[in-house]
């Protein structure tokens, strides 16, 4: 600290900071309506209390909480902000901030910022992230560009490698920087319970004040007042007097905002040698507790979450985004007009984007960390649950509404005329920035008749249509095809002027192969496209067999059966991977925060094996696998059965694998298994905004928590050595780990408790001690994974992993739309440059006439890009930060924008069409 002990006037004295908060876990060991109770008690007392500033914690959501039981008390809510009595924001809620991607922390601010503007307040300027498990590498850059200088950390910082003061510059991959404060071992509870004898003061104070004079670089100290749930201590100002009086001149204590520490901080001289601290913040052993733990936890939600995020930024924003980006003449109504309201209640571009943000904020209220780490009660998983479904029927509706209106589909308009059924009429989407085509996932829905409802529906049949009962629909030509599977259901089709018409349809699944889909965009096509001359694969998958072995081949890598062994090896080029899967189990005696692995790794027998398809788009081999023991009563030694698929599509360079099961036992991990051929490699992994390498972890001798041999992972996950690599891509699950020829993925982690005091990775408890039987993930379980083998880490290799990614996770996809009046395309922006991946293509927040697309480069090199339009418009380009503040002058050009990024760079540009 350099504030000396007399405070003399060379060096001024110390200036404590005094915030008075509330660390509000929305929900945890109770559900958000049970801590809600608290919460208006908490709020009521602070609009009656006029002595001093509050923090509500950083996040907006605790207003709309509020408000939800007292709306008569906005007008005191909105005054108590805006003469900052009551601070909130900027984050609408607390989230984890590993586990959601990097889009979703830009959502997250976004959102926050608009509950403040609803309430005519502002945010205070601070990267508020008091408990969250760790801090992605890219958070300065995303403070950065939101206007928030400062951040305030806790767990992920203190380990090893990081410095000792409480105070440092943290700087993202791409340079971006903001001022950090690392809160003291004990948190944001360190100011906790300030006491008022002048005893107790002088005891506390010399606490403080030995802590501050360890880590304190400056003149600027925080102290924060208050703990989990707790409300405002009523004798605060008895307090701060009391500590004034124990600290002397040696300090000048004062309650003040969070904005008001931060404003003096960032005004502080900073001195030269403020150490500077880059990349993710996991590290936090030997300082407090890590709780990284957390990432194999009721996996199956935090998967879920990564393919409703996905949905939302693949399959909802890109074609709301579009609409706002057709021409004058296209075939829906005219921009200026799509966005007002429409007279027969048709959904338009005057609401969709509210809906959007709406259906962000249903699912943001799924991170706080608590939530979506799982290590919460059953009563708040259950609630996720049916949350993660209902933002899941948001995201459908919205992507039918925007699409109807990009191809000219009017809801009540094909309610007016007797319905013309036909299979043939499908829409493909591309959801990837690139032209694309060949296998596309498509499903025709085969019209079998209208299924009558009402009172006159009694006994009805459906009398199916003559000719439908075969279901055979392809008579050549045709496109190259594969069939998946045929079922039964019934479609609805809506409209807000007359009641649904419901039919029983034959849903086909099959592949087919396509010509190219354009970037991010459609291809409806008519009756006439499939008797058009087909287009051929350049090699379909072929089988034949080979002493004892079926020999699968897809023309870029081949699969080897041996039914003999049940053993399967793949091949590409001249490497070869024998056994190329495993699955292991072994014992977990944890709870939701910290793994607890005891005993031997027990690997599943693989108990078959056989071709279950062999092309011409598609071949899969299944396995069967199962523990020894037999027994369906859950417990330690219970049965686990698991079939995977592996699926090799024609011309594709990965393998997937797709995983199903069903576990009876309790207490264990389970991991799937990759076998490879690397070794003395270095590990990457997809997360926020771009890839990062990843060091081991080294706790120091005396800590009180043991390093997990996991790491959270986005999409993908490498080992690569100098001589060649090998890249797991995951669907949504968040745990993997990396060894010598090994990459596995966490399946399933099953826990009975949210916390254990008992465990010799980490003694004590790290929450409140509850039973959760649920966490134990008993029943069916779902995955998807494939393998990308490449050469040694490089920028092609990074653009190669990119497009795996797409092709695995967002396939080409389509569906019958049976009534659909025309064949129509519709062209989104591509993306261009090896360098360079989408992040996202949504509609912008500041002109309704514009959108935003935003690009990561993911190479550590300045690179150029293009943006290429649809057609030659033309087209205003304007440079924007994250918040779309614009960073340039706008730039108007023809069908294409070139750029260049810096190294890691984030890039937003506003679009539109100049007028």
Known sequence: MNASPTGSAETPPLRVCVVAHTHWDREWYHV???????????????????????????????????????????????????????????????????????????????????????LEALPPRVAYCPDSFGHPAAMPMVAAEFGLPVAVVWRGVGGRTHPRTDRFRWQAPNGSTVLAHHLPPDGYEFGSALPVAHEAATRRWAELEALWRQRTEGTVALLLNGADHHAAQPDLAEAITALQQAAGPRAHVERTTLEEWAARLSAAAVPPSLPIVVGELRDSYGYTWTLAGTTGTRAHQKRRNARLERGLLRDVEPWLALLRLQPESAAHAPRAAAALPDPAARLTMAQLPALLHYAWEELLATHPHDTLCGCSVDTVARSMELQQDLVAEQGQGLREAALQQLLGYDPVAARQHVADFDWRRVVLRNRAPRSRGGIAEVTLFETLGDEPVG?????????????????????????????????????????????????????????????????????????????????????????????????????????????????????????????????????????????????????????????????????????????????????????????????????????????????????????????????????????????????????????????????????????????????????????????????????????????????????????????????????????????????????????????????????????????LPRAIRCHGPEVAGEAFELSAFTPSAQDEHAAVLRVVNNTRRSAWGTLRFPDDGPWEVTPCRLDETGVGPPSVVAGAFSFEGAPRAVLTFRVKRSR
């Open 32 to 118: 958000a309506p049970r801590f809600r109770q608290r919460l208006v008690a908490l709020v009521d007392a602070l609009l009656a209390d006029s002595t001093g500033p509050f923090l509500l914690d950083g996040q907006a959501i605790t207003l709309r909480d509020y408000l939800r039981v007292r709306p008569e008390a906005e007008p005191a809510l909105r005054h108590a902000l805006r003469t900052r009595r009551l601070e909130a924001g900027p984050w609408y809620v607390l989230a984890d901030n590993l586990i959601p991607g990097g889009e979703a922390l830009v959502r997250n601010l976004e959102a926050g910022a608009r509950v403040l503007r609803q």
């Open 455 to 819: 009172p006159g529906s009694a006994g009805a049949t459906v009398a199916e249509a003559p000719g439908t009962a075969t279901g055979t629909l392809f008579t050549p030509p045709a496109p190259v095809h594969q069939r998946l599977g045929t079922h039964r259901t019934r479609l609805r089709r809506e409209s807000p002027q007359h009641y649904p018409d419901n039919d029983l349809v034959r849903a086909h699944r099959l592949l087919l192969w396509v010509p190219p889909v354009p970037a991010l965009g459609i291809d409806a096509w008519d009756a006439a496209r499939w008797t058009a001359p087909p287009v051929e694969p350049p090699c379909r998958v072929t089988r034949k067999q080979v002493n004892g072995c079926t020999v699968l081949h897809n023309g870029r890598l081949t699969l080897e059966l041996d039914e003999a062994t049940r053993a399967v090896t793949l091949r590409v080029d001249d490497r070869a991977l024998p056994q190329l899967l495993a699955l292991e189990l072994q014992q977990d005696a944890g709870d939701s925060y910290t793994a607890s692995l005891r005993g031997a790794v027990e690997r599943m027998r693989c108990t078959g094996a056989r071709v279950v398809a062999t092309g011409p788009l598609r071949a899969t081999v299944r396995l069967r696998w199962s523990t020894a023991s037999t027994r369906r009563r859950p417990g330690p030694d219970a049965r686990v059965v698991v079939v995977t698929d592996l699926v090799v599509d024609a011309m594709s360079p990965v393998v997937q694998c797709h995983i199903r099961g069903r576990s009876w036992r309790t207490d264990m991990r389970l991991q799937l298994v990759w076998n490879t051929d690397v070794t003395d490699g270095r590990v990457w992994a997809d997360a926020a905004f771009g890839p990062l390498q990843r060091d081991p972890i080294t706790a120091p001798a005396h800590t009180r928590e043991a390093v997990p041999d996991t790491m959270p992972m986005h999409r993908w996950a490498m080992h690569a050595s100098p001589l060649f690599g090998a890249t797991m891509i995951a669907d949504g699950l968040a745990e993997a780990v990396v060894h010598d020829r090994r990459l596995a993925l966490t399946l399933v982690r099953a826990v009975g408790e949210l916390s254990r005091n008992d465990l010799p990775e980490r003694p004590g408890h790290a929450g409140w001690p509850c039973a959760i039987p649920e966490a134990q993930c008993l029943g069916p379980f779902s995955a998807r994974t494939a393998l990308l083998l490449h050469g040694p880490m490089s920028d092609d290799v990074l653009a190669r992993v990119r497009d795996a990614c797409d092709d695995v996770l967002l396939p080409l996809t389509g569906e019958s739309w049976r009534d």
